[in-house]
């Protein structure tokens, strides 16, 4: 049995004076290894191997017990582990909801009403420049909820005209806002 060896064999048997030292020697030996395999486990994130490196060598210092050589080989527990941890950290990852990455900010909601004042405007400016008829059939229908048979009742027409005259009516008001510049 080598120094190593022996080393965490004292590790799994009671409390080591130094543990820096166990972890630097475990680091030494096993480091470049462990990092190389936490690479290909994090497909080639080199931050993420780190971290999984870093994270199996403070599992391996917290159960120092797990490092004894009569229960196995050293780097099969360290990879073993590493592997555990990387599907661990793809199922906490799998679970969440994506993260949305934008280089403008949303537009902050806001209490100003003007947005929807202008539009008011514009509209009743549009309605304003449509014949009588038409500007009565989008009132009753749009503006005051009204069916298209109670529309034809509160208007003195068939229920036909007031489909008809909706029809020509939205037709109008799409030009006259185009002719606005609201529309295309």
Not at 45 to 56: F, H
Request: hydrophobic share 40%; glycine share 6%; net charge neutral.
């Amino acid at each position: 049995m080598g120094w190593v060896g022996r080393r965490m064999a004292d590790a799994a048997r009671g409390p080591v004076r130094d543990d820096t030292e166990l972890l630097r020697v475990m680091f030494a030996d096993h480091g470049d290894a462990l990092y190389a395999h936490a690479l290909r486990l994090v497909s080639g994130d080199r931050q993420r191997a780190e971290d999984l490196v870093q994270e199996t060598l403070l599992r391996a210092w917290r159960h120092p017990e797990a490092l004894d050589p009569d229960r196995g080989s050293v780097r099969a527990w360290l990879f073993t582990t590493a592997r555990n941890l990387a599907i661990d950290s793809w199922r906490r990852r799998s679970v969440r909801v994506a993260e949305v990455v934008t280089d403008t900010l949303p537009e902050p909601a806001s209490d100003d009403e003007t947005d929807r004042t202008v539009e008011a405007w514009l509209i009743a400016e549009a309605l304003s420049r449509l014949s009588p008829v038409h500007r009565q059939v989008l009132v009753e229908c749009f503006y005051q909820g009204r069916s298209v048979a109670e529309a034809a009742s509160r208007l003195g027409v068939p229920p036909g005209t007031v489909k008809s005259r909706t029809h020509y009516a939205l037709r109008s008001l799409r030009l006259v806002l185009e002719e606005m510049g609201v529309t295309q």
